[in-house]
């Protein structure tokens, strides 16, 4: 496996394919989440990595402030694996691992798991065209954070592919916890990040939009909460 070094610390990745290489190039190369850098490094409150694929945010946040407790949640289960081992081969201590979605509700729900790895999501109607399909555990913020005693949280990073509307429509309380947010946003014909901007705001977020350069329907928005 590779050798990658960033802030001074070697990290030894399992990267298999271009999709994996992508993801750490907009992470690590690209440095997407930079606008958090001062969050992650003086993180008073524990990090949420939800939609953590492989771990590399997790890794990222690890680099920049190795006392900040981060939770890494990842439903896929290959994926899940890989997360696991990179975390264990890159002696991050600071970080825990779930194998979980984060949703509106605490249950079991679908993950349609897609070719690459990558884009995965949790189904909500019927699947015209046949996918592989897995079961995976949710939980909602509020139950996440009552098990783990959590009462505060200095960042949620988000990139779950779509489930962020169904996440924001049912505004959990326990967002209220939350001093920074910044995640990936994904348009398609019936959501539009501009709703999300607009629940956000209502909820006294201060909210910052970026569009992706490579695809049009992507982009980060990044929120801070105003009574912090």
Known sequence: ??????????????????????????????????????????????????????????????????????????????????????LKINKCNNVQSFNLALATNSLIRELVVSTDSHNNYLKTNELKNKLTIQDTETASLSDFCENNDITKISLIKMDIEGAEFEIFRNWDKALEKVQTIIMEYHDNAENNHAELVSILEKNNFTVEQSISKFDKNLGLIYAVNKKF
């Open 1 to 86: 496996m590779p050798e990658n070094k960033f802030e001074n610390r070697k990290l030894i990745l399992d990267i298999r394919s271009l999709a994996d290489k992508s993801v750490f190039s907009e992470i690590f190369k690209l440095r997407e989440y930079r606008q958090a850098d001062s969050i992650i490094r003086n993180a008073k409150f524990p990090i949420l990595d939800v939609g953590a694929h492989l771990g590399f945010f997790s890794l990222y946040c690890s680099c920049l402030n190795s006392d900040a407790l981060v939770y890494a949640l990842e439903p896929e289960k290959n994926n899940y694996r890989r997360l696991v081992k990179h």
